[in-house]
């Protein structure tokens, strides 16, 4: 359940109405949250969400097709926005969150999941849908501290550049990028391009 001070003011967006209903019930059954307006079409969307300013606007990824998160990103910049998208894209999905995005949730999740993402949201964190938190077992706590340039190579591969990209940025070979990338994951015990992003969304570099 979630606790705030005051109900959290939520917007919906998304051009299925059988959609919105079913997430506006399973929203309602949350007291400390009210949802002020809905849209169902992306005609002047971030107008919309603008005069309506609410804490969190839950805004469907595309809108017949087309799509819509970017603009309101960009529109919007100090709207706190959770994009809700029909299937997982890890790619797109890192490109909204280095855009501003605060959360990446898909359509398909249980409803406990979208209600998670806001409460996070709105305690001032990330949400990425579909990935693994990052957690370093108590065993490999020491000498888990990453050097400068091994988070910047972590940092690079989450923005979604490859590692011979990160290293021609940086000015290294690409067997030293590797180097640093494969002593980041052993101390972090992390193995994959999803694990990294939700570790950089924890980290902050999105921000």
Request: aromatic content about 6%; glycine content about 8%; overall charge neutral.
């Amino acid at each position: 359940m979630l606790s705030f001070e005051r109900p959290a003011r939520i917007f919906l967006a998304d051009e299925h109405p059988i959609f919105l209903a079913g997430l506006r019930f399973c929203l309602a059954e949350q007291p400390h949250i009210d949802v002020i307006g809905e849209a169902h079409s992306s005609a002047h969307l971030a107008q919309v969400i603008g005069k309506a300013a609410p804490d969190v606007a839950v805004v469907s990824e595309s809108f017949n097709g087309v799509s819509v998160a970017e603009g309101i990103l960009n529109d919007l910049p100090s709207q706190r926005v959770l994009v809700v998208a029909e299937e997982l894209d890890n790619a797109r999905a890192h490109q909204l969150l280095a855009l501003g995005a605060r959360g990446y949730v898909l359509k398909q999740s249980p409803g406990s999941v979208m209600c998670k993402a806001i409460a996070t949201i709105l305690r001032g964190g990330h949400f990425l849908d579909a990935a693994d938190a990052v957690q370093t077992p108590a065993g490999k706590r020491r000498g888990s501290v990453l050097t400068d340039r091994e988070q910047e190579i972590l940092r690079l591969i989450a923005l979604g550049f490859s590692i011979r990209e990160a290293a021609e940025r940086i000015g290294i070979t690409t067997k030293s990028a590797e180097t640093y990338k494969a002593r980041a994951s052993n101390k972090l015990s992390i193995d994959s391009r999803q694990q990294i992003v939700r570790y950089a969304i924890t980290k902050g570099w999105f921000q």
